[in-house]
Every structure is written in structure tokens, then in C-alpha cells.
């Protein structure tokens, strides 16, 4: 984890590793995320469409199945970009998971109104604002990381209406940082939308991330979530175990 370090290394939020099952079809690819923390990670988007890319190169093919603890993904390439489709996202306070009678919709917490979702098979808290740069906003999404009211954690997620859609900041859970990008807090952003009638279904999003990458989230009539966005090849190197 040492050469992740984005001042020192070659800079990442995570390590994977995967195995590749190629008897199958499609192939599959089973996906084993470690986080900065020490955590194991049991879904991440991002992450799933880095190993779309990486799976579709290194196999030479279009179209693959991510096993992941949350569930099983299909990836497609589509151009530069790699499409996951994702489970329906749940409010259920079962599935989130968070300790509530009923689902966690528009309530207050810290001065925000936040929102309990699972997306993808990962906890997030959404609250929209007005300014997704507002400094108070770390230290209140610390606390919430870490209420007892999320019995395994969960991320938090701002979103901040623009013209083209919305920009996201997301404090990740396991890296205990803001990070450059968060696939599932975008589909959370998404989900939300959808559930309170404010898009349709097969109505793409772009969701500008952090980094400044244009993600572009759809849910579809199924109610299953499409996350879809480019993935580039940044480093190669090897290394012995000690």
C-alpha cells in the first residue's frame, strides 16, 4: 500500500487482486478490493470498471462478469469507456445498513439533510448542497462516517447541483479521505434522484467527480443501475514478495 501514496508513489486509493476464471462465458473475474485501512472492500465501482479495462485488454474481450462480496457485475466496453451494471439500489434500513424503524429519507443530521442508501452494495449518505467545497463539510462528514447509527460505517457522499448535472465529494469509508472519484457514491446521487421522481429511468446522469472525471449513471426500468465512464492505463511494474 506504501506506492499508493499520492505524493510518493505512483498514487491509487486501493490494491486489487484478481483471479480469472476464462472457462465461463463471458469470463469471470473475481475481484478482491484492499483499502488503505486494511479493510476489504466489498464493492467499489471505479475499481469494477478498472478491472473492466484491464480484463478486456489482458482477455480480449468485450464483455466480462465481476464477482465481487456484494454480488455478481456484468462489464461492457463501450469505445474508451466501461459500462458495470449494478443491483437496484435499497433504502431499506436492512440493507443499508443503518439502525432505523423505517428508511432514512430527507432527515436532519449535522445541519444536513441527509439520505441512507445502499448503491451497488455499498453504504452511502447523501445530502445535496450548495457548495460541495464548503470547508465545514469534511469535519461533519467524519462524524456521520462514524455514527452509531451505521453499524458498519458508511461513506458520505455530496452532491452539488451545475449546469451539466452534478459535481460529487465523497468521504470514503477504509480510505478515511476525500477521494478523486467514487462510482458507487455517484450512483447513490443517481438513485436518489430517481426515487424522488426528480428523473426518469433510462435518464443518463453526469456526475462530475472530484477529479474532474464526467461520470454518467443510468437506472433503468428494471431498477437495475448502469455506471458508466472511461478507464485509462496509467502504470505497469512489478515487484518481488518479500
Known amino acids: 500500500?506504501?506506492?499508493?501514496?499520492?505524493?510518493?508513489?505512483?498514487?491509487?486509493?486501493?490494491?486489487?487482486?484478481?483471479t480469472i476464471d476464462s472457462t465461463t462465458s463471458p469470463a469471470r473475474i473475481t475481484m478482491d478490493l484492499r483499502q488503505p485501512d486494511g479493510s476489504i472492500g466489498s464493492m467499489c465501482g471505479n475499481a469494477a470498471r478498472c478491472v473492466g479495462k484491464w480484463a478486456s485488454d489482458f482477455l480480449n474481450l468485450k464483455e466480462i462478469i465481476i464477482e465481487t462480496p456484494a454480488g455478481a457485475f456484468p462489464s461492457?466496453?463501450?469505445?474508451?469507456?466501461?459500462?458495470?451494471?449494478?443491483?437496484?439500489?435499497?433504502?431499506?434500513?436492512?440493507?443499508?445498513?443503518?439502525?432505523?424503524?423505517?428508511?432514512?429519507?430527507?432527515?436532519?443530521?449535522l445541519g444536513l439533510s441527509v439520505t441512507a442508501v445502499n448503491a451497488g452494495g455499498v453504504t452511502h449518505s447523501v445530502a445535496f448542497v450548495d457548495d460541495i467545497n464548503d470547508p465545514t463539510l469534511i469535519n461533519k462528514a467524519i462524524d456521520i462516517r462514524h455514527s452509531d447509527m451505521f453499524p458498519e460505517g458508511t461513506n458520505v457522499t455530496f452532491a452539488q447541483e451545475i449546469q451539466t448535472g452534478f459535481k460529487q465529494r465523497t468521504f470514503e469509508r477504509g480510505v478515511e479521505n476525500v477521494t478523486l472519484a467514487c462510482g458507487t457514491g455517484a450512483c447513490a446521487i443517481v438513485s436518489i434522484l430517481y426515487h424522488?421522481?426528480?428523473i426518469t429511468c433510462d435518464q443518463p446522469i453526469c456526475v462530475t467527480q472530484e477529479g474532474g472525471e464526467d461520470l454518467f449513471v443510468t437506472i433503468q426500468k428494471t431498477g437495475s443501475t448502469l455506471l458508466r465512464g472511461p478507464a485509462t492505463h496509467e502504470f505497469s511494474g512489478e515487484f518481488s514478495p518479500l
Open 196 to 198: 424522488s421522481k426528480q
Open 1 to 18: 500500500m506504501l506506492q499508493c501514496d499520492r505524493e510518493d508513489g505512483i498514487g491509487a486509493d486501493g490494491v486489487l487482486f484478481l
Open 76 to 109: 461492457k466496453v463501450f469505445g474508451e469507456d466501461i459500462q458495470i451494471k449494478l443491483s437496484s439500489p435499497s433504502f431499506e434500513p436492512a440493507d443499508v445498513p443503518i439502525l432505523s424503524d423505517s428508511p432514512f429519507i430527507d432527515q436532519d443530521i
